[in-house]
C-alpha cells in the first residue's frame, strides 16, 4: 500500500488494503515484502492510461514524478528525490533514444520476430514498518596487539554485510582493515537483534558500530593528544596500561515514525528513499512466446555507497530476482489447494544463460544520505522492481505483432510474463484457432489462475 505510488505523485488516491482468507498454501515475504507488487500496479495504471489516450507513456511519467519536498499519499516528505536525475541519466547512458528508432526499424523488417524496449522507474522506502525493529546493538573489543573483534547483530548471507562492518570499523578507528575482524553473529554477544531485513541491515548495523567505535575513540583521545606521533597500538598499549576499558557496546536506533493503520494517520514511514531506473531491450519470438534481454542499463541513486563492487552486485542480483518474478516464477494450484509447481522441474527461476547479454549498472553520482551511515542508501531490495522493465519491454514487442495483424487498443499482459501467455497475447490466425474456454465452467479446471 505504501509503494503502490512508485514515483508518481498522484493528486488524487484512495488506497483500501484487504485480508483475505485462501484455500492455497501460506507465503511468506520476499525480497520488496509487497513493495514490487504495489509499483507493477502503478506502472500498469500509467501504461493503460497512455495506450487508452494515445499519450507518450514517458512523457505522463515525467509530468507525474516525485520531486524534492513533495508529500506521499501516506505523508510522507521526500526531503532528497533523485528520480529526475536518475531517469535522464538512464536515458542518456543507454542511448535509449535512438536505441527505440534501431528497433522500430528491427520491427519493420521482420515479421515474427520483435523488439521492445522500456524505461521503468522505481522508489523504495528504506525502514521497518514495525518501530522496535528499527534498533540494533554491536559488541567492539580492542586487544593490546592492535586488532579489533567487532560483533553485531546483522546475518551475512552473502550480501556483503560482514565487509561493510569490517569498513565502517577500520573507518571509524582510522585503522588499517586488515586488524578488524568479524565475530559470526550470536545472541550472547549481541541480544534481542532485529532480523535481517528490510534493506536496513548495513544502516543499523554499521551505526551500531560506529557508536561503539565512536566511544572507544574518545577513551584513546587523551593517549592520542599525549603522543601525537605514536601509532594505533601506542594509543592502545597506553590506555591499557593505564585501565582503561577496551571495550564496549553500541546502540542505534532509526527513525522512529510508522504509519498508524488504525486510523489511516499518515507519517515518516521511512527514513528515506532509494531511486533507480532501468531500460531493458528484449527480442521476441512471437510464434513460441520465447524472449532474449538483449541489454539492460541500470542506475541507482545508493548515496555515497560503502563499497560499489557490492553494491552493484547486489543491484545486478536484485534485478536478475526481479527479472525472474515478473517474467518466469509461476504458481499454478490445483482447485484442491494441492500446488502443481514444485522443483526446478515446474518452477522456473533465472539461470546465467537469461542474464542480459549486455548489463550496465551505474550509481548516480554527488547523491548523499545524512540519515545513513556515512551517507550511504541501502541496496538489497529497492532494484528488485526494475526486472519488471524486461515484461514491460516484451509488451512493447508483443503491440508491434497485434499491430501488424490489425490488431490496436490496450492489451491486459499479466505477470509473470511466461512462454505460453506471451504466445496467447501474440494473436494471429494461429491463435484464432485455438478453442475458448466457455464463459461459465461447466468443469472442474486442471489449475487455477492465482
Known amino acids: 500500500m505504501v509503494h503502490i505510488d512508485n ?7 484512495d488506497i483500501v488494503g484487504r485480508l483475505c482468507k485462501t484455500n492455497t498454501a501460506s507465503n511468506t515475504a520476499f525480497r520488496g515484502f509487497g513493495g514490487p507488487q504495489g509499483m507493477f500496479a502503478a506502472e500498469t495504471i500509467i501504461k493503460h492510461v497512455a495506450e487508452e489516450f494515445g499519450f507518450n507513456v514517458n512523457e505522463i511519467r515525467e509530468k507525474n514524478f516525485y520531486k524534492t519536498g513533495d508529500c506521499t499519499h501516506f505523508g510522507m516528505h521526500l526531503r532528497q528525490c533523485n528520480i529526475g536525475r536518475c531517469w535522464q541519466e538512464c536515458r542518456q547512458t543507454s542511448n535509449y533514444d535512438q536505441r527505440l528508432e534501431t528497433v522500430e526499424q528491427f520491427n519493420k523488417t521482420n515479421m515474427y520476430r520483435k523488439r521492445g524496449i ?13 518501530k522496535a525493529l528499527n534498533q540494533a546493538g554491536a559488541l567492539v573489543h580492542i586487544y593490546t596487539d592492535g586488532s579489533v573483534l567487532v560483533s553485531h547483530g546483522g546475518m551475512e548471507m552473502g550480501q556483503g554485510l560482514h565487509t561493510k562492518i569490517l569498513q565502517i570499523a577500520a573507518r571509524c ?33 554499521g551505526l551500531a558500530v560506529q557508536d561503539a567505535c565512536n566511544t572507544l575513540l574518545s577513551r584513546l583521545q587523551p593517549y592520542k593528544m599525549a603522543n ?5 597500538k601506542d594509543w592502545v598499549v597506553a590506555a591499557y596500561m593505564d585501565r582503561v576499558s577496551l571495550s564496549t557496546t553500541g546502540f542505534a536506533i532509526i527513525h522512529s515514525e510508522v504509519i498508524d493503520f488504525m486510523d489511516g494517520k499518515g507519517a515518516e514511514a521511512f527514513g528515506y528513499c532509494v531511486y533507480g531506473v532501468a531500460c531493458s531491450e528484449v527480442e521476441v519470438d512471437c510464434l513460441t512466446g520465447d524472449h532474449h534481454v538483449l541489454r539492460t542499463d541500470i542506475v541507482m541513486d545508493i548515496g555515497d555507497s560503502l563499497n560499489p563492487a557490492i553494491d552493484i552486485g547486489q543491484i545486478e542480483g536484485a534485478f536478475v530476482q526481479g527479472y525472474g518474478l515478473f517474467t518466469m516464477e509461476e ?23 537469461d542474464t542480459p547479454r549486455q548489463f550496465n549498472v551505474s550509481l548516480l553520482k554527488g547523491s548523499s544520505n545524512p540519515v545513513g551511515i556515512f551517507s550511504s542508501k541501502a541496496v538489497g531490495e529497492p532494484p528488485l522492481f526494475l526486472g519488471c522493465s524486461v515484461l514491460f519491454a516484451i509488451r512493447e514487442a508483443i503491440r508491434d505483432y497485434r499491430l501488424q495483424n490489425g490488431l490496436q ?18 494473436e494471429d490466425k494461429i491463435m ?11 468443469f472442474t479446471p486442471w489449475t487455477v489462475e492465482l
Not at 484464432?432 to 461447466?442: D, G, I, M, Q, Y
Open 432 to 442: 484464432a484457432k485455438v478453442a475458448k474456454l466457455p464463459e461459465k465452467e461447466s
Open 118 to 130: 522500456y524505461l521503468t522507474p522505481t522508489k523504495f522506502g528504506i525502514g521497518f514498518g514495525f
Open 7 to 13: 514515483v508518481y505523485n498522484f493528486a488524487n488516491a
Open 173 to 205: 578507528l582510522d585503522i588499517d582493515i586488515s586488524l578488524v575482524h568479524i565475530q559470526d553473529t550470536s545472541s550472547d554477544k549481541v541480544p534481542n537483534s532485529s532480523p535481517t531485513a528490510a534493506s536496513v541491515g548495513s544502516d543499523i548495523n
Open 228 to 232: 601525537p606521533k605514536g601509532q594505533w
Open 331 to 353: 504458481l499454478k494450484m490445483r482447485p484442491d489447494g494441492t500446488r502443481l509447481t514444485r522443483g526446478p522441474g515446474n518452477y522456473k527461476i533465472p539461470s546465467a544463460d
Open 409 to 426: 487498443g490496450y492489451f491486459r499482459l499479466d505477470s509473470p510474463a511466461t512462454a505460453e501467455r506471451i504466445r496467447l497475447a501474440c
